[in-house]
């Protein structure tokens, strides 16, 4: 459960990270109303709290209510934000990036995922992430994918979720589909070896994302450091020997995110450094993970909850026949 706890919590505050703005200069500023809570913690514990009890939206929704419907001030991860809520508030802020507002990430999650010579113009990485990801995602795009998705899971299902005494647990099932998808995907990666030693490392590099950025031997934040380091080793020399293959085959054989970030190139027609495009890979894979596999998690649930749904689906697509939906459900 404290898993589970914690990759909502990630989530969250994944989903929050790209709603706030840090108040830079608040001297003379007018500021929006709201608490800045404790010293250092602010109203983490609130964000917290509010979590574990499954309703992470009770937060948000509490202080819309008592401060105002379209944005409010508070003190989380360290640092004095503003969220924006409702329909105005995320007007405003998405028709105001890199005018009123630049993308920020906490100073914990800043440092586990950008490699040193990136972290002072990691905006500049963004904007360059920014430009490359919508053509990955496009409809023609994500069509060549869906053949590879479907033969993975079928593969998964069959190979997994199948127990002697018929009790699975979703979550870590779903987390483990969805890296080797992520894998296969985004850089064509398919060994079992270095997808399971990938796994263990990001699982490292998750655990230390909510943690305090101090490096103390052994603590989260210092395991979850070495872990991307690790995870570095792996990723270069597969970028490397990509870098080197002829560019026109390489995007006739792989059609990953890796091959659109090789061919990538800049405002001024300069192409990625090994190092940013790790980082971007790290970012995305840190960003897609947990809430993919969270949705998947509360899919099953909720098909479980409403087996006539879960008749219906069946019916509807003919998908997975022999495969049973699990009776009792505990996400751990
Ligand atoms: C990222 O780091 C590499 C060196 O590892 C450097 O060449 C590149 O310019 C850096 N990019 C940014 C945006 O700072
Ligand atoms: C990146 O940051 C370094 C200083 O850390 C600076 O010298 C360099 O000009 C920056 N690069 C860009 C593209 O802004
Ligand atoms: C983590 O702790 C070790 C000692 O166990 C130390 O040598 C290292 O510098 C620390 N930081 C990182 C990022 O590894
Ligand atoms: C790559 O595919 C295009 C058509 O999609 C084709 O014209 C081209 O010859 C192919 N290049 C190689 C090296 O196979």
């Not at 709290?49 to 009770?58: A, F, I, K, L």
């Not at 570095?232 to 080197?244: F, K, T």
């Not at 450094?273 to 995305?284: A, C, N, P, S, W």
Request: aromatic share 8%.
């Amino acid at each position: 459960m404290e898993l589970f706890n914690l990759s909502l919590l990630i989530l969250g505050l994944l989903l929050l990270v790209t709603f706030i703005f840090r108040s830079q200069r608040s001297n003379g500023l007018k500021l929006p109303l709201g608490k800045t809570g404790w010293p250092v913690i602010g109203e983490a514990n609130e964000f917290v709290s509010s979590g574990r009890q499954g309703t992470p939206e009770t937060f948000v929704n509490k202080r819309m209510q008592k401060y105002s419907p379209q944005v409010f001030k508070t003190s989380l991860a360290g640092e004095t934000m503003a969220v924006f809520c409702g329909p105005t508030g995320n007007k405003f802020l998405f028709s105001n990036e890199n005018k009123l507002v630049v993308s920020w990430w906490p100073p914990t999650i800043q440092k586990i995922t950008v490699s040193k010579s990136n972290r002072s113009n990691s905006t500049i990485l963004t904007k360059k992430m920014k430009s490359i990801i919508p053509q990955f995602v496009r409809p023609e795009e994500l069509q060549k994918c869906i053949p590879i998705m479907d033969c993975s899971a079928r593969k998964h299902l069959e190979s997994e979720w199948t127990s002697p005494d018929s009790q699975v647990h979703a979550f870590p099932l779903s987390k483990k589909l969805t890296f080797a998808l992520a894998c296969r995907l985004f850089m064509n990666v398919q060994d079992a070896d270095t997808v399971a030693r990938l796994a263990d490392n990001f699982a490292l590099v998750t655990a230390g994302l909510l943690s305090m950025p101090i490096d103390f031997p052994g603590n989260a934040f210092n395991r979850s450091i070495k872990a991307t380091n690790l995870i570095r080793e792996v990723l270069l020399p597969i970028i490397r020997m990509r870098r080197n293959q002829v560019p026109e085959k390489e995007l006739n054989i792989t059609h990953d995110l890796l091959s659109q970030l090789l061919l990538a190139t800049d405002e001024d027609g300069k192409f990625l450094t090994e190092m940013e495009i790790v980082d971007m890979i790290l970012g995305i894979l840190i960003a897609s993970h947990d809430t993919t596999s969270t949705v998947i998690t509360f899919v099953v649930y909720y098909l479980a909850d409403h087996p006539h749904v879960y008749a219906q689906v069946l019916k509807g697509i003919k998908l997975w026949p022999n495969f049973q939906i699990p009776l009792l459900f505990d996400p751990t």
